[in-house]
């Protein structure tokens, strides 16, 4: 296999005071819509449409990310618990149907 060398980026490469450009606010405006559907607890305090910079978006960027996924594991061992608390429960015996209605 061919080993490909990629060269570093240039210092001027991330720029946190550069203005955003079209592609980060269209992933900035998309993460708002999932922001929206997170409970209260995981939703940041930042106002989205007032992200200008590369370094502003790349925090909200950041801070959405990772309610995103402490909500889903949260979720996630929520129902974990949830089923492990139905199959330990003893199941209750009932009476057919043929039984009930024969008496």
Do not use: F
């Not at 990629?6 to 210092?11: D, E, G, N, Y």
């Not at 819509?33 to 925090?59: D, N």
């Not at 608390?85 to 009930?100: L, M, N, Q």
């Amino acid at each position: 296999m061919t080993i490909i060398a990629v060269p570093r980026p240039s210092r001027k490469a991330m720029n946190p005071d550069r203005p955003t450009n079209c592609l980060v606010l269209a992933q900035v405006r998309h993460l708002q819509q999932a922001e929206c559907r997170l409970p209260v607890k995981y939703r940041s305090e930042i106002y989205a449409h007032a992200i200008r910079t590369e370094g502003e978006a790349a925090r909200y960027i950041r801070e959405v990310t990772e309610a995103i996924h402490k909500a889903h594991g949260e979720a996630a061992a929520k129902r974990t618990r949830a089923a492990g608390a139905r199959r330990g429960r003893p199941k209750v015996k009932t009476k057919s149907r043929k039984a009930r209605k024969s008496k």
